[in-house]
């Protein structure tokens, strides 16, 4: 089962800093059908003003994945960590027993990010936060595992969850297969261009909810960017 989400059917929310399109019920925008797939509870497509961004607020018990397409985010909390990511990077923070964090577009321009929620395997762990540079070039024509419930054998960065976040660049016509085991849920995205995952199209910033499926062959319909989750 490949359920196509077109980028036009996401939720909205948009005030004067913050554009938001919402791939799962979030905030003010609920539907009953989009509550989350498997452990990912929320995809948000975010785009935020030069000079905008979240004032300090709490999370806790939510692996919280930030994917950035453009420009650059700068995070603070009250563990005392403090870092800028930038396109095509990433950070994870694990909000645990409970962590306050703020994150802001300090860059010239306007920033793109996805926000990942994942639901942890265990509450009340000890909050973590750290990012890691994943440049392109090395996702060219492969996946790459920018996440992870078991980073010592997938790489990336340490999640509290049976599940793994990948990100990948294809250039026109270059394939990847993905075996898909059964039971799992997958969910990708398209950052930029156009894909195909078995026969059915996406293209930017379109999504496709994956499940029962023996394998995805995703194909490039021109030169693309995409992130793939994959969790229980």
Do not use: C
Request: no cysteine; aromatic share 8%.
């Amino acid at each position: 089962m490949i359920d196509k989400r077109p980028f036009d059917s996401l939720g909205q929310h948009k005030i004067d800093w913050l554009h938001a399109r919402h791939h799962f019920s979030f905030g003010r925008y609920i539907d009953r059908s989009r509550m989350g797939w498997g452990t990912l509870r929320v995809w948000n497509d975010d785009e935020i003003i030069a000079g905008g961004g979240f004032d300090p607020h709490p999370h806790q018990d939510m692996e919280i994945i930030t994917y950035i397409r453009s420009g650059a985010i700068t995070h603070r909390d009250n563990m005392g960590n403090e870092g800028r990511t930038e396109a095509g990077d990433v950070q994870v923070m694990s909000a645990g027993s409970g962590v306050i964090h703020s994150e802001f577009n300090q860059e010239d321009e306007t920033t793109s990010l996805f926000q990942i929620w994942i639901e942890p395997s265990i509450t009340g762990a000890t909050p973590s936060w750290e990012n890691a540079k994943f440049p392109k070039g090395e996702r060219a024509g492969e996946l790459v595992v920018l996440a992870s419930g078991n980073p010592k054998i997938d790489g990336g960065l340490p999640i509290n969850q049976d599940a793994k976040v990948m990100g990948a660049s294809l250039t026109r016509g270059q394939t990847i297969t993905y075996p898909l085991q059964a039971g799992r849920h997958a969910y990708l995205v398209v950052a930029d261009g156009a894909i195909k995952i078995n026969e059915v199209a996406l293209n930017s910033r379109d999504a496709a909810a994956i499940k029962n499926e023996d394998e995805m062959i995703i194909t490039a319909k021109e030169n693309s960017e995409f992130v793939l989750v994959d969790t229980q």
